[in-house]
């Protein structure tokens, strides 16, 4: 069975521009979540989607959106790019019920020249 | 409101030695309480999650861990260490009842000395 499968692994853009990062979570999987993972900062939550809503979001500025699509892939766009966007983004995705686990990708590396 | 602490930021033992990896975690409501790992540029791969059916819980690769409220704690251990071992490890919380989101300790550097 395949697992949680991000795209592009790799993302370079210069300051200012946009990026648009996927994910497609395992089959059966309803939920998806993204994480920021940027040196010195830890892993941070950003955003959950769950049967095509956003369902919770972390303190991440507007420029941070993003959408599930009807067949529970996601996608991850972040406008205006600064440099301390910087940061490999992680996608999860999980079954429902309490305390679900989730289940990561390999991520996308983001790198903002 | 839930938070994380992992004391020790980079750990050192020798193969074959004990591993322990401390996690302290705050909650307001009973929580669930998970154990990642991560290898050099690869995602998190969940070693073992703690879900109020047993105190002690057993992970993948001989790793287990103990939850224990009075000291609101869940540390990490593994009898004999591996070479294999070697990765950084996160602790998680997260509180269920419709707030999902894992909220991440900063991480455990695991360094095996041969």
């Known amino acids: 069975e395949a697992g949680v499968t991000q795209s592009p692994t790799h993302l370079i853009k210069t300051r200012g521009q946009q990026a648009t990062l996927r994910c497609s979570p395992i089959s059966g999987h309803t939920s998806v979540y993204w994480y920021q993972q940027a040196l010195g900062l830890g892993l941070q939550f950003l955003l959950w989607?769950?049967?095509?809503?956003?369902?919770n979001r972390g303190n991440f500025p507007p420029r941070f959106s993003g959408r599930q699509f009807p067949n529970y892939s996601s996608e991850l766009n972040v406008n205006a790019l600064e440099l301390e966007d910087s940061a490999l983004y992680l996608c999860?995705?999980?079954?429902?019920?309490?305390?679900?686990?989730?289940?990561f990708g390999a991520g996308t590396r983001l790198s903002v020249l | 409101a839930q938070s994380v602490t992992q004391l020790g930021s980079h750990v050192s033992v020798s193969e074959g030695a004990l591993v322990l990896l401390r996690c302290n975690y705050s909650s307001s409501v009973p929580p669930y309480l998970f154990w990642y790992v991560q290898y050099p540029n690869q995602g998190l791969q969940l070693l073992l999650k703690?879900?109020?059916?047993?105190?002690l819980v057993k992970g993948i690769n001989g790793f287990e861990a103990e939850f224990k409220k009075s000291e609101t704690s869940f540390h990490l251990t593994k009898p004999s260490a591996h070479m294999s071992d070697a990765a950084e490890y996160f602790c998680a919380v997260t509180l269920g009842f419709g707030n999902e989101k894992l909220t991440f300790g900063t991480g455990t550097r695991l360094t095996i000395i041969p």
């Open positions: 999860a995705s999980s079954l429902e019920g309490q305390g679900r686990i989730q289940y």
């Open positions: 989607y769950d049967e095509g809503e956003e369902r």
């Open positions: 703690y879900t109020s059916a047993a105190t």
